[in-house]
């Protein structure tokens, strides 16, 4: 066990909807990392939260956002889904930044 | 352009053998780490190695980070259907610093009893 919770652990839905991925990061870790993992693509960086404040952006699709509340926990915001979509989608967390921890993981399946 | 290499991208051995996947870049790392992911869990980390020609030991696993730090390897000895995961190296280049760490596509490895 990482630490780190995502929730829901499977999620079901049709193109063009909106869904809202959580996560919460280790106690004490003020990053946070979103990561979309497909077949073909691999592990690929979407975006980094600081304490609050947005930190980098990876290949992050303009019908994605995500945001870091004060509590620390973060959600991804995946708006007008297409089939393309589908795949795992990571959050970590870390104190250090080349040492993350990663949550179990969402798999997101757009029908 | 994939900045870290991994190879082979799939093996297939059986229980008892020794085996020794690779990650390697033309860039220079800072550090590279190591992760094991089991199918549809998040990535666990393994090992950091820092220091160039930095060898570590994991029980049976040993990894080693290449003088030049561009480079680094995972040595299993004896593998164990236990074993059976995707190995994922990451790492961030030197001139990169403050983007976000990279990832190989990873080593898928089957170790059947």
């Known amino acids: 066990d990482s630490g780190v919770t995502q929730t829901p652990k499977h999620l079901i839905t049709a193109t063009g909807q909106r869904v809202t991925l959580r996560c919460s990061p280790r106690?004490?870790?003020?990053?946070v990392y979103w990561y979309q993992q497909s077949l073909d693509q691999g592990l690929q960086f979407l975006i980094q939260?600081?304490?609050?404040?947005?930190?980098a952006k990876g290949n992050i699709l303009e019908r994605f956002s995500a945001q870091q509340f004060p509590d620390l926990h973060s959600e991804l915001n995946l708006s007008s889904l297409e089939l393309g979509d589908s795949a795992l989608y990571f959050c970590?967390?870390?104190?250090?930044?080349?040492?993350?921890?990663f949550g179990p993981g969402t798999r997101l399946t757009v029908l | 352009t994939q900045l870290l290499e991994q190879s082979p991208q799939f093996l297939s051995i059986q229980e008892g053998e020794n085996l020794t996947v690779y990650c390697n870049s033309s860039s220079v790392f800072s550090s590279l780490q190591w992760y094991r992911q089991e199918p549809g869990e998040g990535p666990v980390l393994l090992v950091t190695v820092v220091t160039g020609g930095e060898v570590k030991k994991l029980k049976r696993l040993t990894f080693q980070f290449g003088d030049a730090r561009k480079d680094s390897s995972l040595h299993i000895t004896a593998a164990q259907p236990g074993d059976t995961g995707l190995y994922l190296c990451a790492g961030r280049p030197v001139d990169q610093a403050g983007t976000a760490l990279i990832f190989g596509k990873g080593t898928t490895l089957s170790v059947s009893s």
């Open positions: 970590a967390s870390s104190v250090v930044a080349d040492t993350q921890y």
């Open positions: 939260y600081y304490n609050g404040e947005e930190r």
């Open positions: 106690s004490g870790d003020l990053s």
